[in-house]
């Protein structure tokens, strides 16, 4: 059964956007955004690798990370996790890379990440606990977005 659910890939492939937490050698976070997120398939995601040598230091310490994908407006997503793999030359990265452009993605990545997706889990802001619903949210973030760029 796949991972990855028809929801799950509709929310990555409308935001693209995510932010990718790995350890460094000294125990501590790091977080980066990633601009280039997409599913490759049921059960991997590909994230291009573009300005954050962070990254891939820490994944080729520890290859393993999380990357959180949120829909900002409705304030959720998920949140992924799984073991990682850096591709950075050959013909794999000239597929994944064109695989990207074939999504969408801008610019070319200096090395892709390929993560197997061990678990994926909702992200949902605590506002919806508080009976909250979408479109509710969806108006409220437009409002605001609204009155901050109105004197622009």
């Not at 990718?20 to 490759?40: H, R, W």
């Not at 997706?117 to 409220?140: F, T």
């Amino acid at each position: 059964m796949p991972l990855l659910t028809p929801h799950m890939k509709r929310v990555v492939a409308a935001q693209k956007l995510g932010f990718m937490a790995t350890v460094g050698t000294d125990g501590t976070p790091n977080l980066s955004p990633k601009g280039q997120t997409f599913v490759l398939d049921d059960d991997r995601l590909v994230i291009g690798e573009v300005r954050s040598p962070q990254t891939l230091e820490n994944l080729a310490h520890q290859p393993v990370a999380e990357i959180n994908v949120v829909d900002p407006v409705a304030r959720k997503g998920f949140r992924f996790k799984g073991p990682c793999t850096v591709v950075s030359e050959g013909s794999r990265l000239d597929e994944l890379r064109a695989f990207m452009k074939a999504q969408g993605a801008k610019s070319v990545p200096n090395a892709v990440i390929v993560m197997t997706v061990e678990r994926a889990l909702p992200l949902i802001s605590p506002v919806y606990d508080m009976g909250a619903v979408d479109l509710d949210i969806r108006r409220q973030w437009k409002q605001r977005y609204d009155d901050l760029n109105k004197d622009l």
